[in-house]
């Protein structure tokens, strides 16, 4: 459920592995909130940090220390569309609404997602 901007602002030290969690630092109304990270999802960061060894940002772009770009991040998302084979419109933002929607559906508080995404 991140906002573009929120993920491209990530550093290594605001994921709590231990308790599952991201810290995400001035979200909306510039105030911090913790998201729920799920063991596939921090198995997959682990390997991921592994392999890049990001200086700053979680995320850098082509110059260690510089976080990746946010077009850059969009065009990645269309290459993921294209290659998954959907043929609907498909932005980042929606998959922070499908992020909503499944939680709604896993029966979790809609006051709590609203809330926290």
């Known amino acids: 459920g991140l906002r573009r901007g929120e993920l491209l602002r990530i550093k290594p030290s605001d994921i709590q592995a231990d308790r599952g ?29 592994r392999g890049y ?7 850098e772009g082509q110059e260690a220390g510089k976080p990746y770009d946010e077009r850059s991040l969009q065009q990645v998302m269309k290459r993921a569309v294209v290659s998954a084979g959907i043929n609907k419109p498909a932005t980042l933002h929606w998959l922070r609404h499908s992020y909503a929607t499944h939680l709604l559906e896993a029966g979790t508080d809609l006051r709590y997602i609203q809330e926290s995404t």
């Open 53 to 59: 060894r990001p200086k700053i940002w979680l995320f």
């Open 21 to 49: 969690l991201l810290l995400i630092r001035h979200a909306k109304g510039n105030k911090d909130r913790m998201a729920p990270l799920s063991a596939k999802t921090l198995a997959l960061l682990r390997e991921y940090y």
